[in-house]
């Protein structure tokens, strides 16, 4: 069951929305209010807002990866989930935002075009995974005609690693992917991208062509008309 549905149905509570040390990490704690096991999904595109008196103030999180789990009869369970920013304009939410306990966090499922971007994204990169064959340090090579050049640019946009020998796509903390994220949900301009990269530190003087390359490159393999410019 979808936790949002198992939210609204009072099957389900949350009792904490916590970071994990990563800025791309959240990490949630629920707990079961029925006296079976709940067998529980967090797709992609699940977002986690804050409590109503800080909401438009700060960030959303968005679940970029599904998450499945079974919360046992009447029982708490804490799940990291692997997360992005969906406000680029406003402020990071701090340890109150979220109401107390978490349970002030509000739970709903994102816009078909923010669901649309995950899916399609690891969609490709799943494809793209049984025609490379990795090198070692997270790159890989390809035979010839096997790749598109649009393939090439979204495959080159991720670390790739062995899991169960197979080429396994890393998109935990990948900046631009976040960039095409904003881009697609807020519009994300150049200008407020460059101070936001001065703010946080990530890089000095101009965005980095690889960023808007990667950046659209995502935005390319989501089928979305948006372009980071």
């Given amino acids: 069951m979808a936790i949002d549905r198992a939210i609204a149905e009072g099957l389900l509570e949350v009792t904490a929305v916590e970071g994990t040390g990563s800025n791309y990490g959240t990490r949630l704690t629920v707990r079961s209010r029925v006296d079976r ?12 807002g804050p409590a109503a008196h800080r909401r438009g103030n700060v960030q959303r999180m968005v ?30 939410p701090g340890p109150d935002d979220y109401g107390a306990s978490g349970r002030g ?7 078909g075009d923010v669901q649309a971007f995950f899916e399609k994204v690891q969609q490709g990169l799943r494809s793209i995974s049984g025609r490379i064959l990795l090198t ?33 796509p890393v998109l935990a903390e990948n ?14 301009d150049r200008a407020t991208l460059d101070r936001m990269a001065r703010e946080y530190e990530w890089w000095v003087g101009p965005t980095p062509s690889d960023v808007v390359t990667c950046a659209n490159a995502f935005l390319t393999a989501a089928g979305a008309s948006a372009r980071f410019r």
């Avoid at 035979?143 to 062995?162: K, N, P």
């Fill in 63 to 92: 679940v970029s990866r599904l998450v499945e789990a079974v919360v046992d009869s009447l029982r708490s369970r804490t799940l990291d989930l692997e997360t992005y920013c969906l406000d680029a304009e406003l402020d990071p």
């Fill in 136 to 168: 070692g340090q997270g790159s890989f090579s390809y035979q010839e005609g096997t790749l598109t050049e649009r393939d090439l640019a979204l495959a080159s946009c991720v670390e790739w690693q062995a899991v169960s020998g197979k080429p396994t």
């Fill in 105 to 111: 966090a509000s739970v709903e499922a994102a816009s």
């Fill in 175 to 188: 900046l631009p992917y976040q960039v095409a994220l904003w881009t697609l949900a807020n519009g994300l």
């Fill in 37 to 48: 096991p709940l067998r529980l999904a967090i797709p992609a595109g699940t977002v986690f």
